[in-house]
Each structure stands twice: as structure tokens, then as C-alpha cells.
């Protein structure tokens, strides 16, 4: 029997679960042949790409999702992720803050923001070894930094814990007050 569209999508979200991305991508692009309306499938194969590292494809996956459906949040958290790993931090700032006058509060699109206004703001340039970038900031602050949140994402196991209130709100105070510790 022929896979459907919706088959093909399933079989890449569990690629992509597994970490296989070119499995996925793979999977995603046939569900786009045989239903390339589909504004979810540009959305997830954007997640694919970005994962194995290819931006700009995710960036233009990312558009098609919007292009094809400006009512679906996930479209403007991939485009801003893209944009966040092409370094254009201005251009996805731009785009998490459009996802956002539409979806005031969306947790995806406000967690991209930080995220990305953390990097633009990042070190000072110049900043030699740990002296000059901490600021004699806590170290322990680090290991809670935007990283882990990434980190956690990626496994399979912490990635439960992002969807834990809980645990983000205790895991936000630690990130803005790493003297708690």
C-alpha cells in the first residue's frame, strides 16, 4: 500500500527523535511530495536541518511554513532559530518578535528571544580566559546557561523537563540568581 503523507511525517519524527537526521529530512520531503500544502512538514524538516546543521535550508523551510500558514507559531520559532544559527541575531530577533505580537507569551517564541539576545549580547570582545568574560560572575552560573537548555532539548531523557513547569521555574531562578546554589 502506498505511505500516506501523514505516515511519511511519523516515520521522520521518529528519525528525528532517534537523531537521525538525514532519515528524517528524507521522510519529511516525501510527505512535502505528496502534500506540499502541509505547513507542519516544512516546520518539522526545518527542526531537521537545523539540527544536522544545514541553516539556510532550515531557514527556507522555515518560510514555507509561514508562507504557507502565518498562523502557525512554530513557523516563526524555526525561522528565528535558523536566523540564531546563521549569527543574523537582528533578523531573528525580528522574527521571534513578529511570531510574538501574534502569539503574545508563547514559551517557544519567548525562550528563542532570550536565547538569541543572550548571544548578541554575549562576552566582551577581547575577553581573556575566565577573568575578563566572568565578570567575576558565579561559575556555577555557567553550567546553567543557555547551553543546557539546548543540551536538555537533544536528549531524549531531560528533554521531559522542559515541559515541567517546575522544574523551568526552579531552573530560571538558578539561571538569574546562581547565589541560591
Known amino acids: 500500500a502506498m505511505t ?7 516515520k521522520g519524527n521518529a528519525a528525528l ?11 519529511y520531503s516525501k510527505a512535502i511530495d505528496l502534500d506540499g500544502a502541509n505547513n507542519v512538514y516544512f516546520s518539522n524538516r526545518s527542526a531537521a536541518y537545523l539540527k544536522q ?18 498562523d502557525f507559531s512554530k513557523g516563526y520559532s524555526r525561522k528565528g ?24 507569551g508563547d514559551k517557544g517564541l519567548t525562550s528563542g528571544l532570550e536565547s538569541v539576545k543572550r548571544d548578541k549580547d554575549g562576552p566582551p ?6 577573568g575578563g568574560g ?9 553550567l546553567f546557561g543557555p547551553q543546557l ?26 539561571q538569574n540568581d546562581s547565589n541560591k546554589l
Open 81 to 104: 532559530a535558523a536566523l540564531h544559527a546563521l549569527k543574523r541575531y537582528n533578523d531573528s530577533i525580528a522574527a521571534y518578535e513578529e511570531g510574538l505580537a501574534k502569539f503574545p
Open 149 to 174: 537548555i539546548a543540551t536538555m532539548a537533544t536528549d531524549p531523557k531531560l528533554r521531559g523537563y522542559l515541559n515541567d513547569d517546575a522544574f523551568m521555574t526552579k531552573l530560571k531562578i538558578i
Open 125 to 130: 570582545r577581547g575577553a581573556t580566559g575566565m
Open 53 to 70: 546543521g544545514n541553516a539556510n535550508n532550515a531557514l527556507e523551510d522555515a518560510k514555507s511554513c509561514i508562507g504557507l500558514n502565518p
Open 134 to 142: 566572568m565578570g567575576g560572575a558565579n561559575p556555577m552560573a555557567n
Open 4 to 10: 500516506t503523507a501523514d505516515e511519511w511525517k511519523a
Open 17 to 27: 527523535q532517534a537523531g537521525k537526521t538525514s532519515e528524517a529530512i528524507e521522510a
